[in-house]
């Protein structure tokens, strides 16, 4: 089973430490130095999921079974739009968004591997989005971590708020009176404080391997479903991390036909992959906001793992503005009647522009429910809410206000 090196190292540790760790303590990010090849066998996703995480950690992880039917226990849909283009709605999960597959399944591999350590963590999060309440729900009421989520204050929509504060075992919310890179500055701040070196914080963004390996499973899922061995997988994509899932599933052994990078106006990647002098950009605001990243932190990683001439062949990049997804969410809900999210409209852009033959696979990334006013924008009305978006306003609430400085998030934490 593989070992893990840093991106920019050559010491390899076990999955656990990778886990841990998150960042490798040389600012690299950890890569596996082997894959080893996938066995398919299985007819349910649980019953797949389970024989290729088996491959890549059973030597670490002795409950793979359990862990498997207790993190990834939705569906995950194939929905088929006509002329061999098709949906994996990757939204059933308790938060809505895809980021539920990494976010429960790493809570509790780093549960397992903590309780056998004997050591507790507190998990620090600054989220304007999707990663926060993935992260608040995978890993609420797991032993021996805590959760701290810091949020804008009146900066997220009303939905995402209440995704963050509702009551949960071993989290609490802070809304800090500020804007995002506050919450941002206040987490780097944190993990630099001296004063706070016995806290034991650790962080669980997508940089962490622990988060990829699960987001490898669901291209497995979708190429079993249409028994096919050549799917254009399209992928509305920000940090890269969900596309360097479907990477490593290849390199495993998944034959595909190739990936489609679809991202917003952030369009570092798709101007890398035509031309080779492509820099970072800032950041800019869009409808598709889980995806506003100007300079993908994956991105170092999935160099590591492709040389960049196999990276232009395997991977398109496309790149849409703001009225081109709202024109995809009215062309493609008047086409089909198929609502999309403004995210995974980006996706289905991006593959109509490409006009590709044969089956493509448009990964959904989250539910519309989770952007009524963008949904309204499109198309004039809000989306049915499903029933575990609605009954969150009938849930109990509990958030902090917490002052922009890293006195007052110190004093938090040590209460
Ligand atoms: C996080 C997110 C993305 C981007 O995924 P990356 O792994 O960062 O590329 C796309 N869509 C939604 C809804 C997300 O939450």
């Not at 429960?104 to 989005?129: H, P, Q």
């Not at 919310?173 to 016995?198: H, S």
């Not at 028994?227 to 034959?255: M, R, W």
């Not at 033959?357 to 952007?371: D, I, M, N, Q, Y």
Request: net charge negative; proline share 7%.
């Amino acid at each position: 089973m593989p070992r893990y090196r840093s991106t920019r190292g050559a010491d390899l540790v076990s999955f656990e430490e990778a886990l841990l760790r998150g960042l490798a303590p040389d600012g690299g990010l950890y890569v596996p130095d082997s894959v080893p090849p996938i066995d398919f066998s299985g007819d349910s996703f649980q019953s797949i999921s389970r024989s290729v995480l088996e491959q890549w950690v059973g030597d670490e992880i002795t409950d793979l079974d359990s862990v498997v039917t207790d993190a990834l226990n939705f569906p995950v849909p194939l929905v088929p739009l006509g002329g061999g283009l098709h949906v994996v709605e990757l939204f059933h999960g308790p938060t809505l968004s895809f980021k539920d597959f990494g976010a429960r399944t790493m809570a509790r591999w780093m549960s397992r591997f903590l309780d056998t350590r004997g050591e507790d963590v507190t998990i620090l999060v600054a989220t304007s989005g999707d990663t926060g309440s993935a992260v608040a729900d995978g890993f609420a009421g797991q032993e021996r971590i805590r959760v701290v989520l810091l949020y804008p204050k009146g900066k997220v929509s009303p939905v995402q708020e209440r995704q963050l504060i509702v009551k949960r075992p071993g989290v609490r919310a802070l809304a800090v009176e500020g804007d995002f890179d506050d919450c941002q500055r206040m987490v780097k701040d944190a993990f630099l404080d001296p004063g706070l070196a016995d806290v034991n914080l650790t962080s669980a963004n997508s940089i962490n391997i622990g988060r990829l390996l699960p987001q490898m499973l669901y291209y497995v899922w979708a190429a079993h479903l249409l028994a096919s061995k050549d799917v254009l997988f399209c992928v509305p994509s920000g940090n890269l991390g969900n596309l360097t899932g479907g990477v490593l599933a290849h390199l495993s052994g998944l034959p595909l036909r190739g990936f489609l990078a679809a991202h917003n106006a952030n369009d570092f990647f798709p101007r890398f992959l035509s031309k080779a002098d492509a820099a970072f950009a800032p950041t800019r605001a869009t409808l598709s906001n889980a995806m506003d990243v100007g300079a993908p932190s994956n991105f170092e990683r999935l160099k590591s793992l492709l040389p960049a001439a196999q990276m232009r062949e395997l991977i398109r990049g496309e790149s849409v503005s703001d009225e081109q997804t709202l024109e995809s969410m009215r062309r493609v809900y008047e086409e089909s009647g198929y609502l999309a999210d403004p995210h995974t409209a980006v996706a289905l852009e991006a593959v109509r522009r490409v006009n590709a033959p044969g089956p493509v696979a448009v990964l959904s990334t989250a539910h519309p429910a989770k952007f009524p006013e963008t949904v309204r924008e499109a198309l004039g009305f809000e989306p049915e809410a499903p029933v575990r978006l609605a009954e969150l306003w009938e849930r109990e609430v509990e958030v902090e206000p917490v002052a922009p400085a890293l006195e007052a998030l110190r004093e938090l934490l040590r209460t």
